[in-house]
């Protein structure tokens, strides 16, 4: 018992190291392409409220959700091994 | 200078081929001949044995240890052991150690038997004598000859998404130091000569 608590919670904070490094790198490649787009397009107004903007759509974006595959994808793999390995 | 440089490489390379070799599963075709178990006392090969079985005690020094005893094709022995990897290091999950055991119990085929039964054992580990240290067998199955094909999707599938994840992780680093990293420094730097 007190090796699978080991490995929930050693598993645990070793993917929230990994969501939240993947979760400034994803916002930092979303704001250079908002930059961008921003020249793209002429240039309209205030360049910080454009990125803002854009920053906030990502926010409720299902891309940013999908980062939580990070969580959701070790787990489900853990479940494979085991039925492949002990039931199949 | 260069050759700290190249050992060092050459050293760090080795370590993680090593790694995978050791902790990627591998197969064999074999011949069971007997399977056994027996008191095990690790001691300098700890580092090769897996954990007590799942649920026991696992701070015992000494514990029975499942072996399979077996031939290849080209009649040299392989033992392997069968052990519970738990939820510990490397992520097998195995826990079904018992009926490993009794499967491999049912697949007996001894050299003065007119047909042998030959057995693919899917395992992880080394075999070495000098350290005393076995393999340990993670699943099997019966098949037709020693001669079956056996393509070893799960490590293709495995090195090749490490190898992109590494890659990828490289070039974004390496990136990032060209272009935050060492101008810091340079500017930090600036007129030491």
Redesign the interface.
Known sequence: ????L??VIFGFLFLTAVYVVVSL?SRSVRKRKLRREWEEIGRPGDRDAYVRAGMEDYDHSLRRKALLLVYIVPVLA?LT??YV???? | MVYVKWGFWGLFWLIVLAFLHYTLPQHDVVRITDTYEKRVDPGDNALFWA?AD??GD?NRATRDVFFIQTFQADDDPMIYRNEDT???WP??????TS?LQAEAADLISKKSEGAPQWVAIRHYGWRNEFLSIYPNA??LWAVESPDVRIIPWFNIIFLTVLAALVWGIWV?WKRFRENRIDPAIDDLTDGWG
């Not at chain 1, 390995?85 to 199949?88: A, L, P, R, S, T």
């Not at chain 2, 992520?91 to 079904?96: A, L, N, R």
């Open positions: 018992m007190l090796q699978l080991r490995l790198w853990v091994i085991i390995v002990n039931f199949m | 954990n799942t649920g696992p738990g939820w510990g992520p097998y999950f195995k826990f079904d009926n993670i699943s974004r």
